[in-house]
């Protein structure tokens, strides 16, 4: 919330002409701060924790330490966010509620419009950009380190799917009905999930040649070879792909 309250500033003293321009710039902020902030720890026990001296993985695994700091993160985010965006909103709501009714007399209910007013407003930063964020944060996890944890794309799928419902309660039950806005597409949410993309070849081709015992009896040399290599021309795929299967289906 700190780093949020300071990008939010900084995006205030820039004084982007238009609400696009300010949007993309504040997303760009927060997504810059969340990528370090999220995969930090993953990445130093995939790939750098087993090179410093004096520390060493779980039986000599580090591909396991990966994995299972992959699932801790997994679910104790489920948990935290079943808490904190139902629980706590809900408790949170129930007292906002009674204390506006509590000079209502005996038998009388409030109109629709007071029971709007009570709920909470749908805006930019607590609304639509966490709810992005925590979606693309978990395409993240889920194809970065898909290599040391296949297990990865089950876990999002459900915790996709309860994000579904929970998102589902909040705009129907938690917020006023927001005001709906014109949008092309999902903007630079779009350009963040294309570099997680490109991210994920490299790390997960990492964790094969580097990380895993896979290629262990093979030269630094050769290891770097096979990497280059299997990356340049699953990017080159890639790239293909993209190119030839149009973005809007006829």
Not at 26 to 36: P, S
Not at 102 to 109: A, D, F, I, R, T
Not at 111 to 134: C, F, H, M, R, S
Request: hydrophobic fraction near 45%.
């Amino acid at each position: 919330y700190v780093y949020i309250n300071i990008a939010i500033y900084w995006n205030d003293y820039e004084n982007h002409r238009t609400d696009t321009v300010y949007e993309d710039a504040l997303i760009t902020k927060i997504f810059t701060f969340q990528l370090v902030n999220s995969f930090a720890a993953l990445t130093y026990v995939s790939f750098i924790k087993s090179y410093i001296g004096g520390i060493y993985c779980t039986k000599d695994n580090c591909i396991g330490d990966a994995a299972s700091t992959l699932s801790t993160v997994f679910l104790s985010s489920l948990i935290t966010r079943a808490i904190v965006e139902v629980v706590v909103r809900k408790f949170l709501q129930d007292q906002k509620e009674a204390d506006e009714t509590s000079g209502l007399l005996p038998g009388v209910e409030p109109t629709p419009i007071e029971q709007q007013y009570v709920l909470n407003e749908y805006e930019l930063i607590n609304g639509t950009l966490k709810d992005y964020a925590g979606l693309v944060m978990q395409y993240g996890f889920t194809v970065l380190f898909v290599g040391a944890f296949p297990l990865a794309p089950t876990l999002a799928f459900i915790s996709g799917y309860i994000q579904i419902r929970i998102d589902g309660w909040k705009l129907c039950q938690a917020h006023r009905r927001p005001i709906p806005k014109i949008a092309e597409d999902i903007g630079t949410w779009q350009f963040m999930i294309e570099v997680l993309s490109l991210l994920g070849v490299m790390y997960n081709f990492g964790l094969i040649c580097f990380t895993a015992h896979y290629l262990k009896n093979f030269r630094w040399e050769l290891r770097w070879l096979i990497f280059l290599s299997v990356e340049h021309i699953t990017f080159v795929i890639k790239y293909v792909l993209a190119e030839v299967i149009d973005d809007i289906p006829e």
